[in-house]
T-cell receptor
Framework: AQKITQTQPGMFVQEKEAVTLDCTYD???????LFWYKQPSSGEMIFLIY??????QNATEGRYSLNFQKARKSANLVISASQLGDSAMYFC?????????????FGKGTRLSVIA | GAVVSQHPSWVICKSGTSVKIECRSL??????MFWYRQFPKQSLMLMAT?????????EQGVEKDKFLINHASLTLSTLTVTSAHPEDSSFYIC?????????FGPGTRLLVL
C-alpha cells in the first residue's frame, strides 16, 4: 500500500522568502507519480506540480519546484519568493501508476502562512 | 483546460433526508471518476471509484448502501448520501483523470442538522 507522510502541520514564512514543504512516501511500485496540490480556504484543489518516478530531472513550474530524491523517497516542494496569496493548505499526493487511471493518495497536509 | 463541476456547492439538510451531489466533466469524457471526502482540518480520503456503466468500487469502511454512486454517462457521476446524519457533514469532492494528475471539482459542503 502507498503512504504519504507530511510531518509539518504548519509552517510560517516571511513574504519574498523561500520555503520548503516536506513530503516522504512509501510504495513498492516501480512506477508512480508524485503531486502537490494547493487548497485555499475556498476548498478547491489546485494542481501545482508533478514528478514521475522515472523523470530524471526535478520538476519546476514557475515559483514551484520539486526536490525529488528517489533513494530517500522524498518529494519536497520548494516555493520561492513567497507571496501572501500562497497562504493555504498544501497536500502531497501519490498515484500508484504514473500514467494510469488510478486515484491519488494524499498526505495530511501542511498549512502554510505567509507573513508580510 | 479541463473543468470538473459539482452541484450543489452547499447543502444544508435535515437528518434522515437524502442528498444528491452531481459531478460533471465539462469538456472531456471521464470513464472513471473518484469521490473524496474531507473533514475539517483533515486530508482528502478516497471514498469510492466511480466507473461509467458499472458498479462503483468502494474503499474499505465506506458503506455502499449509504453512499450510492451512479455513473450513468461519460460526463456525469452522482453521489447520493442516503438518510443523512450529522456525522455525514463534510466536504465532498469529485475528481476525474487529467494530465498528469486529477482534475478536481470545486467541492460540495454538506451540513446535516
Amino acid at each position: 500500500a502507498q503512504k504519504i507522510t507530511q510531518t509539518q502541520p504548519g509552517m510560517f514564512v516571511q513574504e519574498k522568502e523561500a520555503v520548503t514543504l516536506d513530503c516522504t512516501y512509501d510504495t513498492s511500485d516501480p512506477s508512480y507519480g508524485l503531486f502537490w496540490y494547493k487548497q485555499p480556504s475556498s476548498g478547491e484543489m489546485i494542481f501545482l506540480i508533478y514528478q514521475g518516478s522515472y523523470d530524471q530531472q526535478n520538476a519546476t513550474e514557475g515559483r514551484y519546484s520539486l526536490n525529488f530524491q528517489k533513494a530517500r523517497k522524498s518529494a519536497n516542494l520548494v516555493i520561492s519568493a513567497s507571496q501572501l496569496g500562497d497562504s493555504a493548505m498544501y497536500f502531497c499526493a501519490m498515484r500508484r501508476d504514473a500514467t494510469g487511471n488510478t486515484p491519488l493518495v494524499f498526505g495530511k497536509g501542511t498549512r502554510l502562512s505567509v507573513i508580510a | 483546460g479541463a473543468v470538473v463541476s459539482q452541484h450543489p456547492s452547499w447543502v444544508i439538510c435535515k437528518s434522515g433526508t437524502s442528498v444528491k451531489i452531481e459531478c460533471r466533466s465539462l469538456d472531456f469524457q471521464a470513464t472513471t471518476m473518484f469521490w473524496y471526502r474531507q473533514f475539517p482540518k483533515q486530508s482528502l480520503m478516497l471514498m469510492a471509484t466511480s466507473n461509467e456503466g458499472s458498479k462503483a468500487t468502494y474503499e474499505q469502511g465506506v458503506e455502499k448502501d449509504k453512499f450510492l454512486i451512479n455513473h450513468a454517462s461519460l460526463t456525469l457521476s452522482t453521489l447520493t448520501v442516503t438518510s443523512a446524519h450529522p456525522e455525514d457533514s463534510s466536504f465532498y469532492i469529485c475528481s476525474a483523470r487529467g494530465t498528469p494528475g486529477l482534475y478536481f471539482g470545486p467541492g460540495t459542503r454538506l451540513l446535516v442538522l
